[in-house]
């Protein structure tokens, strides 16, 4: 079972009381950017074993959005952050780093 | 002259492990607004008894109080006839605050779950720690019932009380009277 805590409201719960959103910290291309770019954006994502970043709702609670750092291996939750930033904080990479060594995770280790 | 009704007329249902009735009507406003606002927190403190609930709580007594919704919304209960009155008066003293005030009254359905049981019976719906030490009086809990959404509150007198949209009330109690019905205790928490 995989159990988040809000960083919002605070509130623990299982996964059901949440509604997953994809991948974290993706940077927008939109009108006037490369094809490339506006391709990798749309289509390409990380679907790794181990380390993973991700964005989730509280749907059935406060409603909001955070992100959350999780192993998709063990369901083990390293951490919850606010969403609004654009990478993971660096103590939460840290904790990732005494857990799961030499992790990576796009351009972040 | 149209005279209001609840979703299911004050339904109820009582030969189970616990009593589940259907809250006759009952006035719910909507504030939206930055709740650390302080135009918004003297706005709203009255209702709170001088207090604002923090997160994950609510001052709630029989029908009037404040819940804690989320960090932009609070919900703020009184009587069902004094809703228009109270929403007239929560838009006068917010004044030009950035905050949107709406009678949500008759789009929210409510009903109590008491007997010693109760807590049992939510907690076959919600996956939420029901245990008295766990959720007790002062606290909210906005979270999943089955298949909708709902808040759920203890109450003074020891019994549990919730909402949930008004179009989905039957199917609440519904689930309510199936997760109560006869022969069906848990165990888990039973009270008094
Ligand atoms: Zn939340």
């Given at each position: 079972m995989l159990i988040l805590t809000c960083?919002?409201?605070g509130v623990r719960a299982e996964e059901t009381e949440f509604h997953g959103g994809g991948e974290a910290h993706l940077k927008r291309f939109g009108p006037g950017s490369s094809e490339e770019d506006f391709q990798e954006y749309l289509f390409m994502r990380e679907n790794p074993r181990g380390v993973h970043f991700e964005r989730w709702r509280h749907a059935y609670g406060c409603g909001k959005w955070f992100h959350a750092a999780r192993c998709?291996?063990?369901?083990?939750?390293?951490g919850t952050y606010p969403a609004q930033t654009l990478e993971p904080p660096k103590d939460l990479r840290a904790k990732i780093s005494k857990k799961r060594p030499g992790w990576t995770w796009r351009s972040l280790t | 002259m149209s005279s209001p009704v609840s979703a299911l007329g004050g339904a109820s249902f009582s030969e189970g492990i616990a009593r589940i009735d259907e809250v006759a009507l009952q006035g719910m406003i909507t504030l939206r607004g930055d709740l650390s606002d302080p135009v918004v927190q003297k706005t709203l403190k009255p209702f709170g008894d001088g207090d604002l609930p923090a997160a994950g709580e609510a001052r709630i007594e029989a029908d009037r109080g404040l819940a804690w919704m989320s960090p932009d919304e609070m919900l703020v209960l009184c009587p069902y006839a004094a809703a228009a009155e109270t929403v007239a008066a929560l838009q006068e003293a917010l004044g030009d605050a950035h905050a949107l005030v709406v009678d949500v009254s008759d789009a929210r359905a409510s009903f109590v779950v008491s007997g010693p049981q109760a807590r049992d019976v939510l907690a076959k719906l919600c996956?939420?720690?029901?245990s008295p030490a766990a959720f007790s009086l002062g606290m909210f809990r906005r979270t999943r019932m089955a298949q909708v959404p709902a808040a759920i509150w203890p109450r003074q007198d020891g019994a549990l009380q919730l909402i949930c949209f008004r179009s989905q009330a039957r199917y609440v109690f519904d689930l309510l009277s199936v997760a109560a019905q006869?022969?069906?205790?848990?165990?888990m928490h039973v009270q008094g």
């Open positions: 960083p919002v409201c998709t291996t063990t369901l083990e939750v390293f | 996956p939420v720690d029901f006869a022969g069906s205790e848990v165990g």
